[in-house]
């Protein structure tokens, strides 16, 4: 089992910055990707940022440019900085981790979500 803990939503004004955090706690599992998405009222769950174990990160168009999602491999941990920020970035946000983990002599590639924090970007 694989727990994620996310971190460091809020309130922020538009043009504001936040740091998102979230942290995986487990035994016996390696990284393949981390992604962040994030869930409006009354919308569909959309990806928001990647990153593969290489570090190779893909955005959604809507942030490109204004978020950067960053890993940390010795500390298991994936940041998405949200930079000039907009009301339309209101919403939930959720880490998402794709791992791979070994029962026996058999691998196996799972994935995990954190809880969710909001982020409400109002004046």
């Known amino acids: 089992q694989v727990q994620l803990v996310e971190s460091g939503g809020g309130l922020v004004q538009p043009g504001g910055s936040l740091r998102l955090s979230c942290v995986a706690s487990?035994?016996?599992?390696?990284?393949?990707?981390w992604s962040w998405y994030r869930q409006a009222p009354a919308k569909e769950r959309e990806l928001v940022a990647a990153i593969t174990s290489g570090g190779s990160p893909n955005y959604a168009d809507s942030v490109k440019g204004r978020f950067t999602i960053s890993r940390d491999n010795a500390k298991n941990t994936v940041y998405l900085q949200l930079n000039s920020l907009k009301p339309e970035d209101t919403a939930v946000y959720y880490c998402?981790?794709?791992?791979?983990?070994?029962?026996?002599?058999?691998?196996?590639?799972?994935?995990?979500w954190g809880q969710g924090t909001q982020v409400t970007v109002s004046s």
């Open positions: 487990g035994s016996r599992f390696s990284i393949n990707s």
């Open positions: 998402f981790l794709d791992f791979e983990y070994r029962s026996g002599s058999k691998y196996y590639t799972a994935g995990s």
